[in-house]
């Protein structure tokens, strides 16, 4: 066994209704005046208010900054920062999907003003301090609760990341009463992400280990048993709990094991068309899973005994990993999901600036379990295509 080094947050709570506990959390970590993260969509469905009442029975004073968009820029963060620095906030908490988690570890970090964005970019870059922080997610995709990494927008399609373990949370909240109202849609394209968290996790030719391996076999034994029915059935709670589990598993995952060649090949995608992550993910990954198959079909073949458990598998690997592509083509499709580039209005002349684009992302390329070319990358999008 090779040595290791697994990092992941200290306290989970979950459970429907666990978001009424809030104000205790915030109150046992010293948290006074707390900073809560959101976007528009949080405020307008209510989701807020019982986390809201249950700082005010705290004696917290909060300041909601619900300005978040998707792909935050930096102009949101810095925005964020100065909103939170005159409200002197002594905490952080970020609810909402990944954007408002992704803004919520920046500001702990950036509030206490020892650094500027500009100086955390890239690995370990983060060398002072951060307030307090709390993750309640909304939706059981993106695992960013769980992750030690912030993406930010820095132009028209670029992007860049922090990654330090001072952005793991001090505790994370799964109530799985604040999905229930996500439209079919976006559960569908968040839980299809969050499966590609486990997968990539558990091929992953870097950091791979035996807990990230764990954790993603069950996170994908909770989520390919449930996806359909969160998806169909929006209000069943234990289905909606088990993907929130599922998703936050995964982000544990992928936050020690990181992801490869699929999210490589999506992030172009959203860049230039501004399709939602989940979406760009499973758009490539049926066809990242076949071009990878020579060398992870071993691997993608443990996968689909959990992911397939009633279903007659075959001996050869690579055989069984054009089994797991189809089925992820098929539940797209089951789950109303486009499946093709074309269906997104993307123009075959445009698949070259794609797989560019998408050889830029070697932080995640030096991952995949095979080596991706330029024209490697451009084959797989004219496959999905």
Not at 24 to 37: C, D, S, Y
Not at 117 to 132: A, E, F, K, N, S
């Amino acid at each position: 066994m090779k040595n290791f080094l697994f990092s992941t947050v200290s306290d989970v709570l979950s459970g429907p209704g666990t978001s009424e506990q809030l104000g205790e959390l915030a109150a046992g970590l010293g948290i006074g005046r707390a900073l809560l993260v959101t976007d528009p969509g949080i405020i307008q469905f209510g989701l807020l208010d019982a986390a809201a009442d249950s700082l005010k029975a705290h004696a917290i004073d909060y300041h909601i900054y619900s300005d978040v968009v998707a792909d935050p820029p930096e102009s949101v963060v810095m925005d964020a920062v100065t909103s939170a620095q005159q409200f002197a906030c002594d905490g952080v908490i970020g609810f909402g999907g990944g954007s408002s988690m992704d803004v919520a570890k920046l500001l702990a970090v950036l509030i206490k003003g020892e650094q500027a964005l500009g100086d955390i970019y890239g690995v370990d870059q983060i060398t002072g301090g951060r307030l307090p922080l709390i993750q309640v997610p909304t939706t059981a995709g993106t695992g960013s609760e769980a992750t030690m990494v912030s993406i930010i927008t820095t132009g028209e399609t670029t992007k860049a990341g922090v990654v330090s373990r001072s952005l793991l949370a001090d505790k994370i909240i799964l109530d799985a009463s604040l999905t229930t109202g996500l439209p079919a849609a976006v559960t569908a394209a968040t839980g299809i992400d969050a499966m590609v968290h486990a997968i990539e996790a558990f091929t992953s030719a870097r950091l791979k280990n035996p807990l990230s391996d764990m954790l993603a076999r069950e996170a994908l034994r909770l989520m390919a048993a449930n996806i359909e029915t969160a998806v169909k059935q929006g209000d069943n709670l234990e289905a909606r709990s088990a993907m929130l589990l599922g998703a936050m598993l995964a982000g544990q995952a992928f936050a020690n094991a990181p992801v490869a060649a699929v999210h490589a090949l999506a992030y172009p995608l959203g860049g230039n068309y501004h399709i939602p992550h989940g979406l760009s993910n499973s758009l490539v990954l049926p066809h990242v899973l076949r071009f990878n198959a020579p060398q992870a079909g071993q691997l993608y073949a443990e996968l689909a005994a959990i992911i397939l458990p009633n279903q007659e598998l075959p001996q050869d690997p690579v055989a069984t990993t054009e089994l797991l592509a189809d089925y992820f083509l098929a539940l797209a499709g089951d789950l109303g999901l486009q499946t093709s580039l074309q269906q997104m209005n993307i123009s075959e002349s445009a698949l070259p600036m794609l797989a560019e684009e998408a050889m830029l992302q070697q932080r995640l390329l030096i991952n995949n379990p095979r080596e991706v070319s330029l024209d490697d990358a451009l084959t797989i999008y004219q496959q999905a295509f």
